[in-house]
Nanobody, 124 residues
Framework: VQLQASGGGLVQAGGSLRLSCTAS????????MGWFRQAPGKEREFVAA????????HYTDSVKGRFTISRDNAKNTVSLQMDSLKPEDTAVYYC??????????????????WGQGTLVTVSS
């Protein structure tokens, strides 16, 4: 499967952005989907994940209550709504797919496919 992320940009602190990731290929509903981010000079970190049917979600503590992950299997898309953005949210955001995943893993090595990344910059 190929993943294409979009929606990044420059926003002021307190603002919102919505990231989208579109998958090509079949069997999108068999994938656990995740979002990760990588800030300059830092390791890639987990942001959020969603189960194959959208019934379960998992967030890293720093984004709980501010970010919402969702998916539309009919459109092969997964989205990340980011509200109340902070400068520390600045990073390149990546979507990822874990084929037939049984958990909403926060570990990047458990994901099989990655998008190209989209840059989010939050100014103070």
């Amino acid at each position: 499967v190929q993943l294409q992320a979009s929606g990044g940009g420059l926003v002021q602190a307190g603002g919102s952005l919505r990231l989208s990731c579109t998958a090509s290929g079949r069997a999108f509903s068999r994938y656990v989907m995740g979002w990760f981010r990588q800030a300059p000079g830092k390791e890639r970190e987990f942001v959020a994940a969603i189960s194959w049917n959208g019934g379960q979600t998992h967030y890293t503590d720093s984004v709980k209550g501010r970010f919402t992950i969702s998916r539309d299997n009919a459109k092969n898309t997964v989205s990340l709504q980011m509200d109340s953005l902070k400068p520390e949210d600045t990073a390149v955001y990546y979507c990822a797919a874990d084929y037939a995943g049984v958990t909403l893993s926060p570990f990047p090595w458990e994901y099989d496919y990655w998008g190209q990344g989209t840059l989010v910059t939050v100014s103070s």
